[in-house]
């Protein structure tokens, strides 16, 4: 069974980085998780950019203009 998680991220480089190995270090076999940056103005887009390239195992997508929570 597939297992969809999404965390939507705004000026969250403090935790980002925890939220993100929480999930991928789960055991769960079929996982799609994706990372949506919502035009953060602090540095989680590099945060996110560097777990990515690091560990892989997530699609990120980085807005360019703030959405917010819905939308996201």
């Known amino acids: 069974m597939l297992v969809s998680i999404i965390i939507r991220s705004y000026n969250h480089a403090r935790y980002i ?3 993100i190995n929480s999930v991928l ?5 079929e ?5 949506i940056d919502d035009a953060s ?3 989680s887009a590099e945060v996110i950019e560097r777990i990515l ?7 990120f997508i980085r807005r360019q203009q703030s959405k917010g ?3 996201s």
């Open 17 to 19: 980085a925890q939220a």
């Open 25 to 29: 270090d789960q055991s769960w076999p």
């Open 31 to 35: 996982i799609d998780f994706i990372v």
């Open 41 to 43: 103005t602090d540095s």
């Open 53 to 59: 390239a690091e560990r892989g195992g997530f699609r």
């Open 69 to 71: 929570l819905i939308s």
